[in-house]
Antibody
Framework: EVQLVESGGGLVQPGGSLRLSCVAS????????MHWVRQAPGKGLVWVSR????????NYADSVRGRFTISRDNAKNTLYLQMNSLRAEDTAVYYC??????????????????WGQGTLVTVSS | DIQMTQSPSSLSASVGDRVTITCRAS??????LNWYQQKPGKAPKLLIY???TLQSGVPSRFSGSGSGTDFTLTITSLQPEDFATYYC?????????FGPGTKLDIQ
């Protein structure tokens, strides 16, 4: 059974830092791209960051670029999100998400097939 | 970035009803469109990918259609467990933007 279990959320002051972790099990973690997606209280889903299977390529939303760093340790089946210079608007539930794809004649169609339960980050003084 | 819109933003319906949710992309995305269902306090769940393909385990009362810029999610014969918020998402180009969601509640 695929499982993604996030941890590391909590209350932090503006300007502070936090590191989120996501431990994966039930699949070959090192074969999959992984993402972080967040959801502010009562709001919609927002993609945050992506890392390729080997960890050599990353991508970020404009709103977090330069402040957040995604990384992974395939030996530990763990995905990370280092969050620095946190702002009130970063307050959200952060989900760890697995990326998979379907291939047809038009190319690769990616989708998020498994999600963790989420971890809440609250940025407030 | 590609902008995704959904209509309606909320919808009231009854068990047994047929409902349709619309998603529109700001540019053509071919069939690079996914649908997710989210229940309160829970993580989203993949329903449909490539606009029309049902994820394994998803009931056949859910269906998707469309291509280009306009897409629909249809639920026939609503069940109590279907009352949730539904999001579309484009996977045509990064960032993989989501629609704002459609909240489906019981009438």
């Amino acid at each position: 059974e695929v499982q993604l279990v996030e941890s590391g959320g909590g209350l932090v002051q503006p300007g502070g830092s936090l590191r989120l972790s996501c431990v994966a099990s039930g699949f070959t973690f090192s074969s999959y791209w992984m993402h972080w997606v967040r959801q502010a209280p009562g709001k919609g889903l927002v993609w945050v960051s992506r890392i390729n299977s080997g960890g050599s390529d990353t991508n970020y939303a404009d709103s977090v670029r330069g402040r957040f760093t995604i990384s992974r340790d395939n030996a530990k089946n763990t995905l990370y999100l280092q969050m620095n210079s946190l702002r009130a608007e970063d307050t959200a539930v952060y989900y760890c998400v697995r990326d998979w794809y379907y291939q047809d004649t038009s190319g690769y169609h990616n989708f998020f097939d498994y999600w963790g339960q989420g971890t809440l980050v609250t940025v407030s003084s | 970035d590609i902008q995704m819109t959904q209509s309606p933003s909320s919808l009231s319906a009854s068990v047994g009803d047929r409902v349709t949710i619309t998603c529109r992309a700001s540019q053509s995305i071919s069939k690079y469109l996914n649908w997710y269902q989210q229940k309160p306090g829970k993580a989203p769940k993949l329903l449909i990918y490539v606009a029309t393909t049902l994820q394994s385990g998803v009931p056949s009362r859910f269906s998707g259609s469309g291509s280009g810029t306009d897409f629909t999610l249809t639920i026939t014969s609503l069940q109590p467990e279907d009352f949730a918020t539904y999001y579309c998402q484009q996977s045509y180009t990064p960032p993989r933007t989501f629609g704002p969601g459609t909240k489906l509640d019981i009438q």
